[in-house]
């Protein structure tokens, strides 16, 4: 793994997701993530302005490390590649978009859930994944199975992470970090209120201090 991506995370292994329409809202939220004390961040392909808001904060945030996520397709991955993105998540694997990311020596972060998905994963030689839906496929538990096994992965939970079970899953040895969109609430985005998102990305930072040091 890039080594400055893994000290970010050592230090704060909370991954927050952007999701926006307009890039110059991406780029605040950014902003307001990175002065809670999180500066890996996560820009989802889920809008159409998507790739836009990518490359604003690749360009206008220089202090995160700015990957892709719902990477879903080579198409998704090439693009975001081009936007400038640091890592790439999906939540799911899919072997063409691993190579992809792996022939541009840029880390990847397939979504696995069970046992043969992560056995895949492995296989293609990584050794940190993303393990989602994490809630809905066994939480906590299903980590520590899933750890038990492959014991030079490290798993990335995202889907059901909150403030309220963050310390839960940060826990476990195997959790290289947490993501999710509890960090920039929709409503909170659609009302501007970007005090709240450093508020709440601080809590979060605080939390992981909490368990890790
Ligand atoms: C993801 O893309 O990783 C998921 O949307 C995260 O799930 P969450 O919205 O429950 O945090």
Not at 79 to 90: D, N
Not at 154 to 180: H, I
Request: overall charge negative; hydrophobic content about 50%; glycine content about 8%.
């Amino acid at each position: 793994m890039n080594q400055e991506l893994e000290s970010r995370l050592l230090a704060a292994p909370v991954v927050p997701l952007i999701q926006a329409d307009d890039p110059g809202v991406a780029v605040e939220i950014a902003h307001a993530l990175v002065a809670g004390g999180l500066t890996v961040l996560e820009v989802v392909l889920r809008t159409d302005a998507a790739l836009k808001c990518m490359q604003r904060v690749v360009d206008d945030v220089p202090d995160a490390i700015v990957g892709a996520g719902t990477v879903l397709s080579v198409d998704h991955a090439k693009k975001s590649l081009a936007a400038g993105v640091s890592f790439i998540v999906s939540p799911g694997l899919h072997v063409p978009v691993v190579e992809t990311a792996l022939q541009a020596k840029v880390d990847v972060f397939p979504g696995v859930a069970t046992p043969s998905e992560a056995q895949l994963a492995w296989n293609l030689g990584l050794r940190a994944m993303k393990f989602f839906p994490a809630s809905q496929m066994g939480g906590v538990g299903m980590l520590k199975a899933l750890s038990s096994v492959f014991r030079d992965v490290r798993f990335m939970p995202t889907g059901g992470v909150s403030a309220a079970n963050l310390a839960e899953y940060l826990g476990v040895p195997a959790v290289l970090a947490c993501g999710g969109s509890w960090l920039t609430p929709k409503e909170v985005v659609e009302q501007k209120q970007f005090g709240e998102i450093t508020r709440i990305a601080g809590d979060a930072k605080s939390i992981a201090a909490s368990v890790r040091n």
